[in-house]
């Protein structure tokens, strides 16, 4: 998931240097058809952004299974009732 902030940064630096106001600020707003239209003017790739997406659904993922590896689906001893 770090990979793919640090990717979203590189894209949104890339739009505000070719002119696109507030694209620092929008937070989960930014759209990324905008970098799309305009990445073949500046021969930029497309298919960071395409990498970028895979890696927050792994990031995702992986964080989701780590919880469960971490913490269990098993109760802890101290939550059972007392007969």
């Not at 505000?16 to 500046?42: C, D, M, T, W």
Request: glycine share 14%.
């Amino acid at each position: 998931m770090g990979t793919a902030a640090i990717l979203d940064t590189i894209f949104r630096m890339r739009m505000a240097r070719a002119g696109q106001p507030g694209v620092l600020v929008k937070g989960g707003a930014f759209n990324y058809a905008e970098y799309h239209k305009i990445r073949s003017e500046h021969g930029w790739p497309g298919w960071p952004v395409y990498l970028m997406w895979a890696l927050i659904i792994c990031g995702i993922g992986l964080l989701i299974a780590g919880f469960f590896i971490h913490f269990g689906t098993q109760p802890n001893s101290g939550s059972q009732l007392i007969r």
